[in-house]
Each structure stands twice: as structure tokens, then as C-alpha cells.
């Protein structure tokens, strides 16, 4: 999902770009013309994470065949297939644009660069942002009528995934009025257990841990950084029962994990300081496959990356393991909005985008792209549905009948954590592997919360922070040390002078 970009915006750390110039995103600036399309054709310009939709092509021994009756098989990529399905079910032609970025900042900077796309896919504080700098149309009151057959989104959204959005808040309006949930996940720490406990793995602290030298990696991102290291900074409150038990946790745990006064600030700066010297690296995709290849004993992770690096270890027969930190997690949300600078007041290309995003959340086109990334779709299903469930049961349904335990997803799936109908049987030792990354536990979600969007000015702190964690510590070197390589230097320079000089001299 990560791959680093050196652009930045107010939200990021500012930088040249050099991964995502205009001429470098597939179909940004191409011409109805250009890309086939004739002046009946609706051009629908989508712009989503790198490798974060299903691009088909499955062997057929992929095929998933589900307790309903339902197989899924990726065969053409979601793309066409919505193209086809928009034209079957509407009776009009759609062309998809479709590229991709690597972070928030490199899609938004792109946007100020004059790239126009009509729907994207950013994570919540980012879409936050956009909402909150009047960028985003609305979601049409079609879009969540429930009598229509063909809006999947509104029919199949889990309980508990709607609820965030609708009960989350920018400028006094819920989420769910200008965004549709993608994927989700939480943060943790995916880690050996051969080489470090699980009781270790259960704080944050085990960052500043000697023992653990060079062994654990972290985030190359400010904002995942920094509420790792709050978390950390906040651990005796976060942590302490008049806290944990208090009538409204929730909403305290949310403000304080998103406090950005300037002694806070100052305050997790150095907490990150003393994590950056004991870390293995900072790192936005390499930590996932360096935990594969033994490199480090633990890396912080996305819960969807985690299910990765399981998947992979498990080839060569290594079992890693899930932590949620005792002292909170981050749950966040990638969601898709609507772009005023590209649809405006076309309303064909609005419902286009809007069946794009109904079309992706129909629950075997859901379970497509789950099996494709690795990360938690929103889509949920229904009574009448029970494809998602069922995918969640040929994932981690055990095939034995001992030695296995109850793993509830009621919350998930119904709304009730206690419905029977929604619990999946599992071996003792997986529980707090693949599945518990991809639908974390009840009791673990009870210490999630979000990353809120933060204003200009704040940002324009935290980026200033994130600039001195991640450039050299000049006070970390000795004295001693400068004056060798202030002597280096002159060393060199003197050569080079020489050298000129003598070039210079024997031509006259």
C-alpha cells in the first residue's frame, strides 16, 4: 500500500517530487480521444493506492469456492469488469482513467500540480482535508436508498464500519456524506515469537528496549510515527485504570491520541529521537519482507501488511505473530470521494463514479480484492449475502474439531458480537495470527481510535519535527568527530587545487 514518495503538502514532509511527476500517472493526461473513447463515452479519471484493486488474471486453480454457492475467480481485472458490468447495467459506454500514488501527500500534491480526477481514494485524515477545503461533492441521495438492488455499498457496509463513519465528524458533518469506506485496518506490532514474547510485544516500549537494538523496524511516516511515539509519551495515562474505565474512554482516548500542542510535540520528538537510534530502520514497504527474511525480530506494521508477511513466512514454515499495543492502536480508513474539480456538475460522471464504487463493493467483487491485497474490505454482506463471512471461514475456518476456539465476529458482520451466526472456529495457535490482524477482536477495538485531520499550522509543526528525526542528529557526534572530517575535507580540497594548479601551470 506504501511506497515512498519525497513530495509533500502541508499533511507531509516536505520534499522534491521524484516519484510522481504528471507525466508518470497512467492516464492522467490522456484525452477521451487518446484513450478510445468517443463523445458518448464517460470518462471516469479514478486514482487509488499502488497494487490496492484486483487486477484479475487467476489461475484457475485460485478459484474460491464458498459455503453459498459462490466462486470467485479474478479472471479480468476489476477495471474492465466494471467498464462491462456500467454498460450491461446502464446501457452506457464508461472508460476508466485509472492510476495510482503512493502516499496522501503525493495525491494530493498531484492535485495541486492541476491533475484533475474525479474519484480517489485516500485514507481518513486525508479525506478529512479534502472535505474540510470544500474539495469533495457530496454522496446523492440515490447513492443510499437501500431499495435499489444495485447500490452494494449502503446494502452490504458492516455495522460497525458504518458507525465510524457516521458518527466521525469534519465541520459538523459525518463522514458518511462524502466518503465510502474502501479498506480498514488497525496498527500493531507483527513479531517472531521464537525470539521475542508476546508479553514484550504487548507495549510500544519494547522500541526503546536494548535488548532489541537494531532489530525492530518502524514507519517512514509522520503521522503513523507520531502516534506511536504519543502513544508512548501518554503510556501512564493511557494505560492507568482511572483512564481505561472511565464512562467516556472513547472520546478521551481519541483527544488525547490526537494532542499536537507544541510541548506534546516537543515531547515525542525526543521519545522518536530515542526510537530512531534503537530501531533496524524506517522503512514503508521493506519491513514486511525483512521480517520474512529474519533481517529484524518485529516490525510496526498495518494490519494488512501483517497478513502478508504471515502469508509469506508460512511458505518456509515460520510462524509469525499479531500484538496490538497495551496502550492504544490507530484504526483508520481508506475511503473514496468525489472530486469537485473533476465531475463538477457532470451528474453521468457522478453516477458513474458512484456505480464504481457500488460495483466494488458487491461482495464477490469485495472478497476479490481482499484476496488480491491481503486488506480488510468494509463490505460486510447481509443476511441474504453471506459471501463475506464465508470468505472469512475458507480463510481460517480450522479443519479439525479439537484444540480449537471460538472467534467471534459478530460485531463485524451483524452489529452483535454474541450472534452464533457469525463466529469462526479456529486452531488455539491461529487465533492471534492472520485472522486476528485482519478482524481484530472486539476488546482490541475498544483502545482504537482515529487519526483526526490537523490544521495547517499544526501540520506545519509536526513536519518541522519529523525533518529533525529523520536528518542526522548533529549534537550525536563528538567534537573529535568534525574536526577529523572538517580535516578530511581540507584534505581533499587541497588536492583538488593542486591538481588544478599543475593542469593551469604546465600549458604556460
Same mark, same amino acid.
Given at each position: ?13 516536505? =520534499? ?61 481485472? &476489476? $477495471?474492465?469488469?466494471? !467498464?462491462?458490468?456500467?454498460? !450491461?447495467?446502464? =446501457? ?13 501527500? !503525493?495525491?494530493?500534491?498531484? &492535485? ?9 481514494? #485516500? ?20 447513492? @443510499? ?86 502513544? $508512548? ?20 482516548? %481519541? ?26 530502520? @524506517? ?30 513466512? !508460512? ?6 505473530? @499479531?500484538?496490538? #499495543? ?24 457522478? %453516477?458513474?463514479?458512484?456505480? @464504481?464504487?457500488? /460495483? ?28 463475506? /463471512? ?17 472467534? #467471534? ?26 485472522? /486476528? ?40 557526534? #563528538? ?26 601551470? %604546465?600549458?604556460?
Amino acid at each position: 500500500m506504501t511506497v515512498p514518495a519525497a513530495a509533500a503538502d502541508d499533511d507531509g514532509v516536505t =520534499g522534491a517530487i521524484e516519484a510522481a511527476s504528471v507525466e508518470e500517472v497512467s492516464g492522467a493526461s490522456e484525452t477521451a480521444e487518446e484513450s478510445g473513447a468517443d463523445d458518448e463515452t464517460i470518462v471516469l479519471r479514478i486514482s487509488n493506492w499502488e497494487e490496492y484493486i484486483d487486477e484479475g488474471d487467476w489461475d484457475e486453480e485460485e478459484a474460491i469456492d464458498l459455503d453459498n454457492g459462490v466462486t470467485v475467480l479474478g479472471e479480468n481485472s &476489476m $477495471i474492465e469488469d466494471f !467498464e462491462a458490468w456500467y454498460y !450491461e447495467t446502464y =446501457g452506457k459506454k464508461v472508460k476508466v482513467e485509472y492510476s495510482t500514488f503512493g502516499t496522501n501527500e !503525493e495525491l494530493y500534491t498531484l &492535485m495541486g500540480l492541476g491533475n484533475e480526477f474525479d474519484l480517489v481514494c #485516500p485514507s481518513d485524515y486525508m479525506f478529512m482535508k479534502l472535505i474540510a477545503e470544500d474539495k469533495v461533492l457530496e454522496y446523492s441521495d440515490e447513492f @443510499f436508498d437501500t431499495s435499489v438492488e444495485t447500490n452494494y455499498y449502503i446494502n452490504n457496509v458492516s455495522p460497525f464500519i458504518k458507525d465510524i463513519y457516521d458518527s466521525n465528524e469534519i465541520n459538523g458533518e459525518p463522514w458518511s456524506k462524502y466518503a465510502a469506506g474502501y479498506m480498514w485496518g488497525i496498527t500493531g506490532m507483527v513479531y517472531d515469537p521464537e525470539e521475542v514474547s508476546a508479553e514484550e510485544m504487548s507495549s510500544l516500549t519494547i522500541l526503546l528496549n536494548d535488548d532489541y537494538n537494531k532489530q525492530i523496524s518502524i514507519k517512514d511516516s509522520s503521522r503513523d510515527s507520531y502516534f506511536m511515539a504519543l502513544s $508512548i509519551y501518554k503510556r501512564d495515562l493511557l494505560t492507568s485504570d482511572e483512564f481505561t474505565q472511565s464512562e467516556d474512554y472513547s472520546e478521551r482516548l %481519541q483527544e488525547e491520541m490526537n494532542d499536537v500542542s507544541t510541548e506534546t510535540i516537543a515531547g515525542v520528538e525526543e521519545v522518536l529521537t530515542e526510537i530512531s537510534r534503537n530501531a533496524y530502520s @524506517f522503512e514503508t514497504d521493506s519491513g514486511k519482507a525483512d521480517i520474512v527474511a529474519g533481517k529484524i525480530v518485529g516490525n510496526y506494521q498495518w494490519s494488512g501488511d501483517t497478513v502478508y508477511s504471515m502469508d509469506q513466512a !508460512e511458505e518456509d514454515d515460520v510462524y509469525l505473530e @499479531f500484538a496490538v #499495543p497495551e496502550e492504544c492502536t490507530n484504526i483508520w480508513m481508506d475511503g473514496w470521494v468525489m472530486l469537485k474539480d473533476g465531475i463538477g456538475d457532470d451528474t453521468e460522471k457522478q %453516477q458513474a463514479a458512484e456505480a @464504481f464504487v457500488n /460495483f466494488i463493493s458487491m461482495p464477490e467483487n469485495a472478497v476479490r480484492n481482499m484476496y488480491y491485497i491481503g486488506y480488510t474490505s468494509v463490505i460486510a454482506g447481509n443476511e441474504d449475502d453471506t459471501t463475506m /463471512f464465508d470468505y472469512a471461514n475458507w480463510c481460517y475456518a480450522s479443519e479439525d474439531e479439537e484444540d480449537v476456539v471460538e472467534y #467471534p465476529l459478530g460485531y463485524y458482520f451483524s452489529g452483535d458480537n454474541e450472534d452464533e451466526d457469525y463466529i469462526v472456529l479456529v486452531d488455539e495457535e491461529e487465533a492471534s495470527r492472520q485472522i /486476528f490482524a485482519q478482524y481484530p477482536s472486539e476488546d482490541v477495538l475498544e483502545r482504537a481510535t482515529i487519526m483526526e485531520y490537523f490544521s495547517t499550522e499544526k501540520m506545519a509543526e509536526l513536519n518541522q519535527m519529523w525533518i529533525n528525526i529523520r536528518c542526522f542528529h548533529l549534537s550525536d557526534y #563528538p567534537v573529535a568527530v568534525w574536526v577529523a572530517i572538517l580535516a578530511a575535507v581540507g584534505v581533499v580540497v587541497a588536492v583538488c587545487c593542486r591538481k588544478r594548479y599543475v593542469r593551469v601551470n %604546465q600549458y604556460e
